[in-house]
């Protein structure tokens, strides 16, 4: 059965910025449920081009996002709630760390390569989507073989 439930993670996004590293996931939610410290940007983007310029550590990205999971499964009786959600990015740079409805989904690193997650049980009709995203600093490595 081939079943179309996309839903599109584009657009604005809520952002937390955590320039030392040393937020949790509780601080992150009572931040953004007070509506604290938010600034939007435009996904998917780098994050330079959208005015976070400099920023070599974390930016939490949060995102309510709906489901048409109740639809999909009444129009398909035989579809099962597992089979049917899969959450794929098309990478970030460099760790990323997800969370659905404020429950841990797991970890990723890697240099903006697809990476995916199936956790389709912690779906609902209403979410909240984020993801903690570390860019740390890197000296580029031809610049290290320049002479003085």
């Known amino acids: 059965?081939?079943?179309?439930?996309?839903?599109?993670?584009?657009?604005?996004?809520?952002?937390?910025?955590?320039p030392n590293e040393k937020l949790a996931v509780e601080k992150v939610r009572n931040e953004f449920n007070k509506n604290k410290k938010l600034i939007d940007i435009n996904v998917p983007?780098?994050?330079?081009?959208?005015?976070?310029?400099?920023?070599?550590?974390?930016?939490?990205?949060?995102?309510?996002?709906?489901?048409?999971l109740n639809s999909v499964l009444k129009n398909n009786p035989s579809a099962k709630k597992e089979d049917?959600?899969?959450?794929c990015f098309d990478g970030v740079d460099y760790f990323a760390d997800?969370?659905?409805n404020w429950n841990y989904f797991g970890k990723y690193e890697g240099y903006f390569s697809p990476f995916s997650f199936d956790k389709?049980?912690?779906?609902?009709?209403?979410?909240?989507l984020i993801i903690k995203v570390v860019s740390p600093f890197k000296i580029p490595e031809h610049s290290l073989n320049k002479p003085n």
């Not at 983007?45 to 048409?68: A, T, Y």
């Not at 049917?84 to 959450?87: G, K, S, V």
């Not at 389709?120 to 909240?128: P, R």
């Open 84 to 87: 049917l959600i899969i959450l």
């Open 120 to 128: 389709s049980s912690s779906l609902k009709e209403k979410n909240i």
């Open 45 to 68: 983007s780098n994050w330079e081009n959208q005015g976070l310029h400099n920023l070599n550590s974390s930016v939490w990205f949060i995102k309510k996002i709906s489901s048409k």
């Open 98 to 100: 997800v969370w659905l």
């Open 1 to 18: 059965m081939n079943i179309n439930n996309t839903i599109l993670l584009n657009g604005n996004r809520n952002i937390v910025k955590d």
